[in-house]
């Protein structure tokens, strides 16, 4: 009975530990405990360890583990939005210096709109330019963009669309301003019964477009 009170002490700790600090082992999580286990702080392993989670199948480890990686995800998410909200903000600032106008930042406002930042062609041109806006924080040379069919279809509806790619790894972020012509030829084909919904694309595709 004291044995399972002090895993259960532990159980406890671990999570607090998780809620307070966010540590940075914790995107382990959603690869699974075995991954987690062999990559964590040797301090973190010992503790999981002795509460018992390194192993079993039982209901309560079950659910910590997927509690774990749940929060995991969630991070991983926030901090994924947060780059693309930075991305967003240097499309709004660069089409403001480029046309002389302040563009709508529409993502702010809904997600379903199928595109980010609504502009305009140019200072002398008020067609409207919709704006799909990418960013990512690895290098030129490992980036890659996630475009999802609903957007695609939105940059073949607009009559003036293109796509921003941002590094903003950099000491001064890049930037590639693409046609929709130009990403067409990384877009797959539905095939028999298969209907794709998201589609990963690397940025170096177009490394010669970045300044």
Request: charged share 25%.
């Amino acid at each position: 009975m004291a044995e399972s009170d002090d895993r259960r002490r532990l159980r406890i700790l671990v999570l607090d530990h998780v809620e307070a600090e966010n540590p940075s082992w914790l995107h382990l999580a959603p690869a699974g405990r075995r991954d987690t286990l062999l990559h964590a702080p040797v301090g973190v392993r010992q503790v999981l360890v002795e509460a018992g989670l390194a192993y079993g199948e039982d209901e309560e480890t079950v659910a910590f583990w997927d509690g774990l990686a749940a929060r995991a995800r969630g991070s991983r998410d926030a901090f994924l939005s947060e780059i693309g909200r930075r991305g967003e903000r240097l499309t709004v600032n660069h089409e403001a210096a480029r046309t002389g106008q302040c563009p709508k930042w529409v993502a702010l406002d809904s997600s379903a709109e199928g595109y980010d930042v609504l502009s305009r062609m140019s200072s002398t041109d008020s067609r409207r330019l919709t704006i799909e806006v990418k960013a990512s924080e690895r290098p030129l040379s490992s980036a890659a963009f996630h475009l999802t069919r609903n957007e695609w279809e939105t940059a073949l509806e607009s009559l003036n669309h293109v796509f921003h790619l941002w590094v903003i790894s950099a000491p001064i972020p890049m930037i590639a301003v693409l046609s929709v012509e130009q990403v067409s030829g990384h877009i797959p084909a539905d095939s028999g019964n298969g209907y794709w919904e998201s589609v990963s694309i690397p940025f170096r595709a177009f490394s010669s477009l970045f300044s």
